[in-house]
């Protein structure tokens, strides 16, 4: 995944912040390229320190007002605890994403901002040949 300079320290200056609650947010990019948009949701009072659910209705808001040379291009959130890894519920969720995605979408990407180790790990729905779809690791190239 690339993410342009200014998006990565806007995201990792916000997440940083996030001591009491989990928070979540959309990501564009403008024709398959580096994420040059993040869009932060507000915390929702049924989020908890240890949990985030994201608004679907906000998520489609966003997207819908974005001009035609935007692309969604995944969502991402908060861990704590140093919890580096994708929960079921959020590999469920993200397949969930995907296989409503245009078959032109074959990637859609999940970083995941740890706290408190201030880090942002690459994760990417992808698409197969086959039709499946695969969540796997993928760096995070700033650029």
């Known amino acids: 995944m690339q993410i342009n300079k200014t998006i990565y320290e806007l995201m990792t200056a916000r997440c940083s912040l996030c001591a009491d609650r989990e928070l979540g947010g959309v990501l564009g990019c403008v024709r398959s390229g580096a994420i040059c948009f993040v869009k932060f949701e507000s915390p929702d009072s049924k989020d908890l320190w ?13 997207t819908e007002g974005w001009p035609s040379y935007f692309q969604f291009a995944g969502l991402f959130h908060i861990h704590k605890s140093n ?3 994708l929960s079921v519920a959020d590999r469920t969720y993200f397949e969930k994403i995907m296989s409503f995605m245009p078959p032109e979408i074959t990637v ?11 880090r942002l790990y690459g994760f990417k729905a992808e698409r197969t040949e086959d039709g499946s779809i695969e ?7 700033v650029v």
């Open 108 to 118: 859609l990407h999940f970083p995941l901002y740890v706290l408190p180790e201030d």
């Open 83 to 85: 919890n580096n890894r």
């Open 135 to 141: 969540i796997t690791n993928e760096s995070i190239t």
């Open 50 to 62: 240890y949990t985030h659910v994201p608004n679907a209705d906000y998520i489609n808001k966003v």
